[in-house]
């Protein structure tokens, strides 16, 4: 299957840019940004700027009548995905490949059962450092997209089908071997940065560095490695050294989309972090002290919104 057209959902720092690079590399009818009227109005109203430069997108209505998509991509919060599934509907038709750049490890389950698990790639986002306020995105490091199906040894016509379209047009992207690993090696590193950055009220820089934040951090990732050991997916310290890696490649003055919500006075996805981990602790009889802390810390910052 040769993929030619794009639907984003979600125009957050994610979906702003892909949206953006999809655009720049194919013609400006082939990337669609599923939005409602309203949304579309403010988005043409203020503009969307990525790294200074206006986007110039084609906005398309969740009602309308077009060809099914090619390739589908999510790209909200998880608390906005029954709403975004919804909007998508008239996108997907037999052969749509869906991937989700959700933070957390269970989009794909849900997406699948809307759309059919036959359609979906599982998908982890890595790497950026994207940081959106306002309609303003500004970045410097791109990231990756890691994708595939659940075992990649041998690699699907789905996925093959993505990696052709990524290489035709420059984007970059990895397939591991085992995306659960993966996912739950992504999951870990959101549930220490997301709540300890934006329990903290500091950037990238303030876990980079030795201190209380980071040791936090690094306690709450420990939690879900085991966790993760209980699940069967078996992370380790080489996966914490791993993934503190990618942390020390991020713009030390950036923010992780907690500590952006935080600063946009918008409800958190800590539900999604420590309220997996609590209730995975739960299950396998596994205490999850630092978690159950930040926790409770981001529940008291978040009353002070209303």
């Given amino acids: 299957m040769n993929i030619r057209t794009v639907s984003i959902v ?28 309203n949304r579309i109005q403010k988005y043409k109203k203020q503009g969307i700027y990525c790294n200074g430069e206006p986007c110039d997108f084609n906005y398309v209505l969740p009602e309308s009548q077009q060809e099914p998509v090619d390739l589908l991509i999510f790209s909200v919060k998880f608390n906005q995905l029954q709403q975004a599934m919804e909007d998508a509907r008239k996108q997907v038709g037999k052969n749509t490949i869906i991937i989700s750049v959700l933070n957390g490890i269970s989009s794909e389950e849900i997406i699948g059962k809307t759309f059919g698990m036959e359609k979906m790639l599982y998908c982890v986002a890595q790497g950026m450092d994207a940081v959106k306020l306002e309609n303003e995105l500004n970045y410097e490091n791109m990231g990756m997209l890691c994708f595939g199906e659940k075992d990649n040894n ?30 739950w090696g992504k999951f870990m590193m959101n549930t220490g940065v997301n709540q300890t950055v934006a329990v903290f009220s500091t950037n990238y820089g303030g876990v980079q560095a030795e201190g209380e934040p980071r040791n936090v951090m690094i306690s709450a990732m420990r939690e879900v490695i085991a966790l993760s050991q209980k699940a069967g997916t078996n992370l380790d310290e080489s996966d914490l050294t791993y993934w503190l890696k990618v942390l020390s490649t991020l713009n030390p003055l950036g923010l992780p989309s907690m500590a952006q919500d935080m600063e946009a006075h ?19 009889h596994v205490p999850t002290p630092t978690n159950q802390w930040l926790y409770e810390k981001v529940q008291e910052m978040e009353k002070k919104f209303v």
């Fill in 266 to 284: 918008r409800n958190t996805e800590v539900g999604l972090f420590a309220g997996t981990v609590i209730e995975l602790g739960k299950e396998y």
């Fill in 154 to 183: 041998v690699m699907s016509e789905k996925v093959t089908s993505v990696a052709k379209f990524f290489d035709t047009i420059d984007f970059p992207y990895e397939i591991p071997k085992d995306m659960k690993h993966k996912m």
């Fill in 10 to 37: 979600g125009l957050g720092a994610l979906g702003t840019m892909y949206a953006k690079y999809f655009s720049d590399k194919l013609s400006k009818d082939q990337v669609r940004i599923i939005a409602s009227q």
